[in-house]
T-cell receptor
Framework: AQSVTQPDIHITVSEGASLELRCNYS??????LFWYVQSPGQGLQLLLK??????LVQGIKGFEAEFKRSQSSFNLRKPSVHWSDAAEYFC?????????????FGRGTSLIVHP | DGGITQSPKYLFRKEGQNVTLSCEQN?????MYWYRQDPGQGLRLIYY???????QKGDIAEGYSVSREKKESFPLTVTSAQKNPTAFYLC?????????FGPGTRLTVL
């Protein structure tokens, strides 16, 4: 079975600073990889996804993520954080075999943005 | 507009009561899911359904039940057997691995 680790429970950055949120996964092959964002009291919204091909993927709101097979990582980055980026961020993996597409989510990283 | 609706947004339950959370979608997706979210625990899968009239238990199905009589609807019943039901409940659909989420229902046991 696959697993996902988001090692940082909370991250605090200043507005305008760069951001990197870490995600490591365990799976026997390359899974489908996702980042979702959740504002308080709301559902999750897809930021970006990786299925195959170019290992640097662009998403909405100026986010990008890089898939590194050798490190089993899919870290999320943003060059300049805005106060509106404060939210909970979830990494998820979906197995590419079996056909069930049942995702496994990390426990989330809470992003705090200081003015 | 295509999307997922969940109702009610807030729900209060007395101990010993069953309550049903609604989830409706017009995305025409076959697969639907229910998750429970508690602070610091991420999303935990309760039940999922990949086709009408069929559903499977997830990781924490005890104390919950579902039905899938229509493609558009996947209601979740929280039964009195669920000992700690206070949580945020999220419904989702899926297409080729990508999940699409509803706005959630917050259930509180009084």
């Amino acid at each position: 079975a696959q697993s996902v680790t988001q090692p940082d429970i909370h991250i605090t950055v200043s507005e305008g600073a760069s951001l990197e949120l870490r995600c490591n996964y365990s799976y026997g092959a390359t899974p489908y990889l996702f980042w979702y964002v959740q504002s308080p009291g709301q559902g999750l919204q897809l930021l970006l996804k990786y299925f195959s091909g170019d290992t640097l993927v662009q998403g909405i709101k100026g986010f990008e993520a890089e898939f590194k097979r050798s490190q089993s990582s899919f870290n999320l980055r943003k060059p300049s954080v805005h106060w509106s980026d404060a939210a909970e961020y979830f990494c998820a993996v979906v197995p590419t075999s079996g056909g069930s597409y049942i995702p496994t989510f990390g426990r989330g990283t809470s992003l705090i943005v200081h003015p | 507009d295509g999307g997922i609706t969940q109702s009610p947004k807030y729900l209060f339950r007395k101990e010993g009561q069953n309550v049903t959370l609604s989830c409706e979608q017009n995305l025409n997706h076959d697969a639907m899911y229910w998750y429970r979210q508690d602070p610091g625990q991420g999303l935990r899968l309760i039940y999922y359904s990949q086709i009408v009239n069929d559903f499977q238990k997830g990781d924490i199905a005890e104390g919950y039940s579902v039905s899938r009589e229509k493609k558009e609807s996947f209601p979740l019943t929280v039964t009195s057997a669920q000992k700690n039901p206070t949580a945020f409940y999220l419904c989702a659909t899926s297409l080729a691995g990508t999940q699409y989420f509803g706005p959630g229902t917050r259930l509180t046991v009084l």
